[in-house]
């Protein structure tokens, strides 16, 4: 099974783009779901989580007020829209199954998949 991340591309300061993610056989996500970023030079970070449910959701805080993760479990996939894009958010894209450890949201999933590359550009 591969995690799949889909619909990057380039996008102005201020657009709006939707980020997609599915397993490359689309089955089903049973665990909770989250979104990391790797821009050029820097770690990979944590970006966003949902529980199966999406109860609950959680962002950090670049990405607050800005972004919204969302899954539809009926078809197997995590969304995230990712609103006033800023150069700032330019990475690649991971989603992920996710696991909180000491407050801190990792990987739960064995190694990254496929990423999804937003450039965020004048």
């Known amino acids: 099974e591969q995690l799949v991340a889909s619909g990057g591309g380039l996008a102005q300061p201020g657009d709006s783009l939707r980020l997609s993610c599915a397993t490359s056989?689309?089955?089903?996500?049973?665990?909770?779901m989250g979104w990391f970023r790797q821009a050029p030079g820097k770690e990979r970070e944590f970006v966003a989580a949902t529980t199966y449910s999406c109860d609950r959701t959680w962002l950090s805080d670049p990405v607050k007020g800005r972004f919204v993760i969302s899954r539809d479990n009926t078809k197997n996939t995590v969304s995230l829209q990712m609103n006033n894009l800023k150069p700032e958010d330019t990475a690649v894209y991971y989603c992920t199954h996710v696991i909180r450890v000491g407050g801190t949201w990792k990987n739960n999933f064995s190694g990254w998949g496929q990423g999804a590359v937003v450039t965020v550009s004048s």
């Open positions: 056989d689309f089955a089903p996500l049973k665990y909770n």
